[in-house]
Nanobody, 115 residues
Framework: QVQLVESGGGLVQPGGSLRLSCAAS????????MSWYRQAPGKERELVANITSTGGTNYLDSVKGRFTISRDNVKRTVYLQMNSLKPEDTAMYYCNVVWFRVHYWGQGTQVTVSS
């Protein structure tokens, strides 16, 4: 079955960096686009970044120039490098794949940006 396992979250000061990882299994990883979403308390879940099977990327406007999504098809892992973090980036971050029209999610990893 499809499994997504995120890691790499934590507490960081404003201006700091974190790298999130999402290890995938249960599907042909290299053939599918992968996405990172986030959800802050009291807010709707929003798409942060996605990467196609061929490496094309898209970003939420508020993270452009600060976040970078990448993938390693050998390791079956998608990454989100987050630089110049701001308090408004605080949220639970989720990895996502749409497989046979069904959305699959990991358990999430918490990112807290605070001094």
């Amino acid at each position: 079955q499809v499994q997504l396992v995120e890691s790499g979250g934590g507490l960081v000061q404003p201006g700091g960096s974190l790298r999130l990882s999402c290890a995938a299994s249960g599907f042909t990883f290299s053939s599918y686009a992968m996405s990172w979403y986030r959800q802050a308390p009291g807010k709707e879940r929003e798409l942060v970044a996605n990467i196609t099977s061929t490496g094309g990327t898209n970003y939420l406007d508020s993270v452009k120039g600060r976040f970078t999504i990448s993938r390693d098809n050998v390791k079956r892992t998608v990454y989100l490098q987050m630089n110049s973090l701001k308090p408004e980036d605080t949220a639970m971050y989720y990895c996502n794949v749409v497989w046979f029209r069904v959305h699959y999610w990991g358990q999430g990893t918490q990112v807290t940006v605070s001094s």
